[in-house]
DNA sequence: GGGGGTACTTAGAACGTATTTC
DNA sequence: GAAATACGTTCTAAGTACCCCC
């Protein structure tokens, strides 16, 4: 069997080291067990597992659920849907139709059950306040005194006030609006020539407006790294050479490396200076006029509520940037036209005008779905949709009972955990498997591992990890190193208990290189599995809970009471890290790393020089200062070597302060026709900057410096406090960035930990929301903001 | 059971704007 | 006041998960 070169030598040592003595002493079959290639079901697991064995008859989900049956949500499902057609059936009837039938493309059965609305044009300004007809938001409610104290926004629907909250509504075929009226979608303005000329083999050349189009999307990326990818590189280039093909002046471009693309980014970055330099009117304008564009795309009608668009643009043309080693990275996505983009709208709705000379593909009414239009892109196949934004009711519901699930999975959790325990030992090698992966996804927060096709970029996740991605140390130490979602690597070492990594060992020598490590489980029976234990549950359920879980532990761990509140705030910042951390959320370090951190250690130490000389002023008002504990502590980290640099360099800052303002004054006098300062004038001015080289030098030998005489002892003090209070600010600033270097904290925030644990936790220690949610956070996890300051996950 | 399709969430990169620093 | 940097938002790629069909 081959084995990776790292790992040999290891491999060798594990044979004998890496089981316990006990088992050793008690498993004379181990030997054996790994010379079975591909069933090691009569291995010694099944005498280890003998404790599991009277339990092997019992139905899973009888074994882990004493706590409480899942959901009711058959008896909530709505009688109607249950004669419906299905989200398939619905969207292949009304695919087939065009849109000139608007009215006959709804399946009859659906007609019967629709309430017919009145059709009404669409205006965003004059949103009905009908209630919502869907049964998941129709329970009574009292909320108009409350819609009118919402100063921000009146037609906010505040469903989170309602006194029955949704339950499951993902990956159902239940009916998820009644009306739907929306504008359509946005398309990118069309392709208007430069005429700016490329050069081929050193000679300008002119383009069809289409090929240049391909040409300056090539040229936009030339100092990115995507320019310099040769696989990036090829695929441009055998795209744009089909576009060439149509160019009328069939330009002979037959070698990539002859293009010089420089004069179109040249252009383009003179275009971007020109744009810096417009005056406010004219950016106003033209903000003012890109509102106007987006203005009608802005809102949807559903049910009688006005919800925010998300993505109402349609993607422009561009070219496909795939990340890490992506095999169609570079190649042209294509403009998208009305005839590719299906609307989904009420069948009552009035249909949105496509633009002049053109049909859409279709239009259809699926209730079952909450885009409101949808194309297919030419590069990938893949479906793009244009959906609610983050903000909208479907969108929060979505999310809370997101998190709900995962706060169900509290209850579970010690159950499941203690059958995969028992299940890594058993005796059938898929049980093991499962009980492994599982162990992995539960710890490492590892996401399930789909398969991917050969056109996609190799990346992996748990149940498709190979045998090369993680590499055995005995005793019980694994070492992670793969790259998962968005080629972002992932490299941990862990140490596992025994059981998982004597399976990992077995599935790997099962395997060989290349080969993926689970080879008996796949997601979907992995989740269908999980799904027997709770209901709902499935692998990316795990990663929620413990984003979650691990945040309110860690934040109330860290989270001092009696704290100020940037000093909670570092606590905060440290839990969501660790989050970020858990769940492998990276950001590449910013090139100019290393020199910020210093920055701000000058800065620091600045903040301390002002404060010795603060303190040497208070000694000489009151000697008696110098006694205090608070004052008199000498600064530990300002050597003589630093504070001669510094004072040098700030005596040269007021040199260029002077100076500067020298030549403005002389700017100012020419403007207003006078005679101009001289060389003599500045040389006057500089000898203030002369002197204060000579104060800071004499004070330097001194204990006491002599302040001015309006500075008494009280204003000293206040002043050594704000210094006090600046320098432990930068000092946490500077823990902060260090810490937060490679790792990004956005992603946990916005999408792993439910935001009612921060709610809560600013309510109890006096910390401003928005210190920790940005607006667009405050109005996503809008559904958070009511929960009590003892609430927890 | 495996491949393809659909609908939705999650993700870092890129971009735009605000704030800080010089 | 300009340049540098930080921060917030937008964009769209890349996942998950489930369904259907053969």
Redesign the pocket.
């Known amino acids: 069997m081959s084995s990776n070169k790292g790992i040999s030598n290891n491999q060798q040592r594990v044979d004998l080291d890496d089981i316990p003595l006990s088992q050793r002493l008690t498993n004379p079959r181990f030997a054996k067990r790994r010379s079975v290639r591909s069933d090691d079901s009569s291995s010694d697991s099944d005498s280890e597992s003998d404790s599991s064995s009277n339990e092997d008859d019992v139905p899973l989900a009888k074994r882990i659920l004493p706590i409480k049956k899942t959901i009711k949500r058959e008896t909530i499902k709505q009688e109607t849907i249950k004669q419906e057609p ?3 059936e619905i ?1 292949k009837q009304a695919n087939v139709k065009d849109e000139s039938d608007s009215e006959d493309d709804v399946p009859l059965a659906m007609k019967k059950q629709l309430k017919k609305p009145k059709a009404e044009p669409m205006d965003i300004d004059k949103p009905s306040k009908k209630r919502p007809a869907t049964s998941a938001a129709s329970s009574p409610v009292k909320r108009d005194k409350k819609v009118k104290k919402e100063e921000d926004d009146p037609d906010l629907y505040k469903w989170w006030e309602e006194e029955q909250l949704p339950t499951e509504m ?2 159902d075929d239940s009916v ?1 609006w009644t009306s739907l009226q929306h504008n359509g979608v946005l398309f990118p303005p069309d392709y208007v020539p430069h005429g700016v000329k490329m050069k081929y083999d050193g000679k300008p050349i002119s383009l069809s407006p289409e090929a240049e189009e391909v040409a300056s999307f090539f040229a936009a990326l030339l100092e ?1 790294e ?1 320019a310099a990818n040769p696989v990036f590189q090829k695929n441009f280039f055998e795209d744009w050479k089909v576009v060439l093909k149509r160019d009328p002046k069939n330009p002979k471009i037959t070698s990539f490396e002859k293009c010089d693309f420089r004069p179109i980014w040249e252009k383009f970055e003179k275009d971007k200076e020109a744009k810096k330099l417009l005056t406010k009117e004219q950016k106003m304008q033209i ?1 003012q006029e890109r509102e106007k564009a987006e203005e009608k795309y802005l809102y949807a009608i559903v049910d009688g509520r006005k919800e925010k668009v998300g ?1 109402f ?1 349609i ?2 043309p ?1 070219l ?5 080693n ?1 095999p169609k990275t570079g190649k042209l ?1 294509t403009r998208v036209l009305p005839e590719q983009v299906t609307l989904n709208l009420g069948v009552d709705a009035v249909i949105p005008e496509p633009p002049k000379g053109h049909k859409w593909a279709a239009v259809v009414h ?1 209730q079952t ?3 409101l239009a ?1 194309w297919k ?1 030419n590069v ?4 793009k ?1 244009v ?1 609610l934004a983050a903000t909208s009711t479907w ?1 929060g519901q ?2 809370m009972q ?1 998190f709900e699930k995962a706060r169900e999975l509290k209850k579970y959790v010690k159950a499941i955990r203690d059958i995969y325990t028992r299940e890594l030992k058993d005796k059938l090698s898929e049980v093991r498997q499962r009980a492994t992966a599982m162990y992995l996804i539960d710890r490492l927060a590892l ?4 398969e ?1 096709g050969d056109d ?2 190799d ?1 992996v ?1 748990c149940c498709s990890l190979r045998y090369e991605h993680i590499q055995l140390e005995p005793p019980n130490t694994l070492h992670f190193d793969f790259l ?5 690597r992932y490299q941990n070492t862990v140490q596992v208990e025994t059981q998982v990594f004597k399976n990992i060992k077995i599935f790997k020598n099962q395997v060989g290189e290349g080969h993926m490590i689970f080879d008996r489980l ?3 029976e992995l ?1 269908k599995y999980l ?1 027997s234990c709770m209901k ?1 549950l ?4 795990f990663r ?1 809970f413990n984003a979650s879980i691990t945040f309110q532990q860690q934040v109330d761990l860290l989270t001092n009471p009696n704290d100020s509140v940037p000093d909670k705030l570092l606590s905060y910042n440290r839990a969501n890290r660790e989050v970020a951390i858990l ?6 370090a ?1 090139k ?1 790393h290393d ?2 951190i210093s ?1 701000i250690g000058d ?1 620091i130490r600045a903040l301390k020089y002002q404060r010795m000389k603060l303190r040497k002023q208070l000694y000489a008002l009151d000697a008696k200062m110098k006694k205090k504990p608070e004052y008199a502590e000498p600064e530990s980290d300002l050597e003589e070597d630093w504070i001669k640099v510094h004072e040098k360099e700030l005596v040269q800052k007021e040199r260029e302060r002077i100076k500067s303002r020298f030549e403005k004054q002389n700017e100012k006098l020419a403007a207003e026709k006078q005679p101009k300062l001289t060389a003599a004038d500045l040389k006057e001015k500089l000898k203030a900057a002369d002197e204060l080289a000579d104060r800071l030098k004499r004070e330097s030998k001194l204990a006491k410096i002599e302040p001015k005489p309006s500075v008494t002892v009280e204003k000293l003090v206040a002043q050594i406090k704000k210094v006090d209070e600046r320098i432990y600010a930068t000092k946490n600033q500077a823990t902060d ?1 260090e810490e937060n270097k490679e790792v ?1 904290l ?3 925030k916005l ?2 930990i439910d935001p009612r644990i921060t709610v809560a936790w600013c309510r109890k220690n006096d910390v401003p929301l928005e210190k920790v949610f ?4 405050m109005d996503k996890f809008r559904w958070a903001q009511k929960i009590p300051k003892d609430w927890t996950f």
């Open positions: 299905s989200r398939r969207s993902e990956h998820k990115t995507h903000k993505n643009r993607e422009p561009a496909f940037r795939g990340r890490g992506h996505k699926d779905a909450t885009w949808t892109e990938n196949g893949a479906i949709y959906f969108k979505s999310d997101k996401r399930a591992g789909n991917k996609e970029a990346t996740g998962g979602k968005d080629s972002i796949t997601p979907s989740n799904n709902g499935s692998a990316k359920v929620t769940c492998n959320h990276q950001r590449s910013s100019t020199q910020m920055r800065r960035k990004a956005g992603t946990s999408n792993y940005s607006k667009t956070l």
